[in-house]
């Protein structure tokens, strides 16, 4: 009953921005985070950015001072700008909620689809 898609990869030059938005539906008690993953070929899903329903975030050292994430919480809403962006961004980008739901408000990760984001040099 948890659905969660993103959207917003594309094809940019390096250098350019894109702004990718995730948003989190269906019956729930409440989203506690929400983060970005990226996962190249034959390599392992990595964190990007994360962020608490709190405000509090989390950037992976490769893109911090590019990349910042924000959220909307009324929309269980979060998004990624990504900036002054390289080759090695080059990825699958996978939004991920972590939310209560429930009888017992148990707490599981959801995932989206994946969204491309491709940087030419």
């Known amino acids: 009953q948890v659905h969660v898609v993103e959207s917003g990869g594309g094809l940019v030059q390096a250098g350019g921005s894109l702004r990718l938005s995730c948003a989190a539906s269906g019956r729930f008690f409440s989203v506690n985070a929400m983060g970005w993953y990226r996962q190249a070929p034959g390599k392992q899903r990595d964190l990007v950015a994360s962020i608490t329903a709190g405000g509090d975030t989390n950037y992976s050292d490769s893109v911090k001072g590019r990349f910042t994430i924000t959220k909307d919480g009324a929309k269980n809403a979060v998004y990624l700008q990504m900036n002054s962006l390289k080759p090695e961004d080059t990825s699958i980008y996978y939004c991920?909620?972590?939310?209560?739901?429930?009888?017992?408000?148990?707490?599981?990760?959801?995932w989206g689809q994946g969204t491309q984001v491709t940087v030419s040099s």
């Open positions: 991920a909620a972590d939310i209560e739901q429930g009888i017992w408000n148990t707490v599981g990760r959801f």
